[in-house]
């Protein structure tokens, strides 16, 4: 019947992370796992078992720490992404190395944190990149504005060249 149907539990959020750090991939997890609407669907050591991993797990967010051993997490999310299209994926790093976190965004990461975000906003900043929002610092934001800023000019600059001149 309709009424009960309307009122079942919401759907939870299904998140697969991918951490090199077995303290860090574990708090993580269990921080998923034990909180309402969320539900951990897979866990990951390295890029490369995340790549041959995360579409069987079908995560819709991914959290993806940027230094990894071996592929590190821009060329995880590079590969990533035409796997698993539909997936929201967010950066954690320890710190704000603004290329690396760059490079991911355009590579196709949605979102980035800090891994020292107290729980109760990685789980929000988890729920808004799920909803269609860009979690990330006003620092790393700032950024992205300024691209686009730089991006816009440097066509207008260039655009009476020749072809051999814009060589």
Known sequence: NESTA??????NIR?????DNPRVRTS???LIELSDGFKCVSEHASGEEAVVGLP?????VVLMDINLPGMNGVECVRQLKPLLPGAQIMMLTVYENTDL?????SAGATGYLLKQTPP???????????????PMTGHIARKVVASF?????????FENLTPREKE
């Not at 109760?120 to 860009?134: C, K, M, N, P, T």
């Not at 800023?149 to 600059?157: A, M, Y």
């Open 149 to 157: 800023q730089l991006s816009g000019n440097s066509s207008r600059e």
């Open 28 to 30: 993580l997890a269990r």
């Open 56 to 60: 069987k797990a079908k995560p819709e």
């Open 101 to 105: 976190i760059f490079q991911a965004l």
């Open 120 to 134: 109760a906003e990685l789980l929000a900043a988890v729920r808004e990149v799920h909803g269609g929002g860009s």
């Open 15 to 19: 998140v697969s992370i991918v951490e």
């Open 6 to 11: 309307r009122k079942s539990p919401p759907m």
